[in-house]
């Protein structure tokens, strides 16, 4: 089963008169590193949401077409299920973390799936070594470089299972080392089976 498709998606915001979106087609497979690219304002990141459910449950907009990630409407999927769907990270990482340590970081997703706590401590320190970041989950996510808090979002992303990473312009904060490092981790993602999908300039 694919992880995403979309199909004849159609999107216009409230203030809109035209919409930003019109007939958009695409499908990514388990282990695709796919890139969406374009300029400002065609609706890279409006796409992205979308296919995160985000704008559909609160965008309040008109939408068109379906959308399907693994099967289901990522939209009617209650956040406790999404998680184990699809990770989102948004073009601001910073201001997705909601935890001060990243071993919380990590463990929020799995406590909103349910997760046993015997099982969240050992999926903590597999995450944070599959995103490269330190073995030290009371380390303060404040005291992370823009790359690392880049990863932790990643990390959280898939800590619960996600087959499907949605990321919005990852690399606009990254120095080319950190961007280099990123994309390796993203490819090593898909090579393992993950579908990415990454929107950029």
Request: aromatic share 2%; proline share 7%.
């Amino acid at each position: 089963m694919s992880a995403l498709v979309l199909s004849g998606l159609r999107y216009r915001f409230p203030s809109a008169t035209e919409p930003l979106l019109q007939g958009v087609d695409l499908r990514v497979e388990p282990g695709e590193l796919v890139l969406l690219t374009g300029p400002t304002g065609c609706g890279k990141s409006t796409l992205l949401r979308l296919a995160a459910g985000l704008l559909q449950r609160h965008g309040g907009g008109e939408r068109g077409g379906s959308v399907r990630v693994a099967g289901r409407d990522p939209a009617e999927v209650e956040p406790s299920e999404r998680v184990g769907l699809l990770g989102f990270v948004s073009q601001s990482p910073e201001r997705q973390i909601l935890s001060g340590r990243l071993g919380d970081e990590i463990a929020f997703p799995l406590e909103s799936a349910g997760w046993p706590r015997a099982d969240i401590e050992p999926r903590i320190a597999e995450i944070l070594a599959l995103v490269g970041l330190p073995q030290e989950p009371d380390r303060s996510t404040s005291a992370l470089s823009g790359g690392q808090r880049q990863r932790l979002v990643v990390g959280a992303g898939l800590a619960a299972g996600a087959g499907l990473l949605l990321l919005d312009e990852p690399l606009a904060q990254l120095d080319p080392e950190g961007a280099g490092a990123l994309m390796t981790l993203l490819r090593a993602l898909a090579d393992a089976g993950a579908a990415v999908l990454l929107v950029e300039h």
